[in-house]
């Protein structure tokens, strides 16, 4: 569905006035909603502040030499604590923060012992999503409503936004590296390890919120603990990555999700037209 930009507009206005603690919106009160200057003031509010409420996010002083391009659209986030946790382990369950079957969608538990893996895939099935998943502790929705900050603080949310309610934050890619600079590639599938509104961290340059995990602040899939070497708590760097800076790897190989999948699948399909007098429908041919 594509959003009109009085649509999307409508939208970030509503949130800058409900989002109170984000920023200060300045002194003058706002008119009330039936007056007429009320599309006025929300123009003028749009034009003022909005523009300028981007978070500012500032590349970290001391980084890794081996970490090539730290700037760029997303700043690295250096140095997290990072534990690793699977679908369907006893502490998550079985569903994700935006899906309540995540297990039945991925095909059952993602067993993390090497025993029962092989190529960062298991032995007894084949994943229907991407086994290349990680966790961050936010989410963009909350009981069916987006979040008022959401619009202000997603720097891709105007260009993912679909409709009110629905997550820009699901599937998104993000780059992790260990602390030797081997990158590796997963999809944001759930929220965690803890909360789901550090978005000054995970969008922002504040640090991590402490826990009881020694402030663990990335969750890691068995697939990628493989790729990288890392233990059951470890420390990684991570940043979000836009779909088109994503190389191949084994993060492309498998599931409904993956935007890699995806691709291939459209790629191998081309329509067209029936020869004249036909009923016109389109038929689709596969190429191979």
């Known amino acids: 569905m594509r959003v009109t930009s009085a649509a999307f507009l409508g939208f970030c206005v509503s949130s800058v006035l409900l989002a109170t603690g984000i920023c200060a919106l300045g002194q003058s009160p706002s008119p009330s909603p039936g ?146 600079g081997q990158a590796c590639y997963a999809q944001w599938s759930d929220c965690g390890p803890f909360g789901p509104d550090q978005w000054q961290y995970v969008f922002g340059n504040k640090p991590p919120a402490s826990n009881s995990q020694h402030g663990a602040a990335l969750g890691v899939s068995p697939a990628i603990r493989d790729f990288l070497g890392l233990s059951q708590m470890d420390v990684t760097s991570w940043k979000f990555a836009d779909f088109k800076d994503v190389p191949p790897g084994p993060w492309s190989y498998y599931g409904d999700n993956n935007d890699f999948v995806i691709d291939a699948r459209r790629n191998s399909e081309r329509v067209v037209s029936r020869p004249a007098g036909d009923d016109g429908a389109p038929t689709v041919i596969s190429q191979h």
């Open 35 to 180: 007056s007429e200057d009320f599309a006025r003031y929300a123009m003028k509010l749009r034009e003022s502040k909005l523009l300028k409420m981007e978070p500012l996010l500032s590349v970290p002083a001391t980084t890794r030499p081996s970490f090539n391009g730290f700037a760029g659209r997303y700043p690295w986030k250096t140095n997290i604590v990072t534990e690793v946790f699977w679908i369907g382990e006893p502490a998550t369950g079985s569903r994700s923060a935006w899906d309540p079957e995540w297990e039945r969608h991925y095909g059952g538990p993602d067993n993390p012992k090497a025993s029962a893996r092989h190529d960062y895939i298991l032995n007894n099935f084949t994943p229907k999503l991407n086994p290349f998943y990680c966790s961050l502790p936010y989410n963009d929705v909350e009981d069916g409503t987006t979040k008022p900050e959401a619009p202000l603080v997603i720097r891709w949310f105007k260009e993912a936004y679909k409709k009110y309610g629905e997550s820009v934050c699901q599937y998104r890619w993000v780059e992790i590296r260990n602390h030797s």
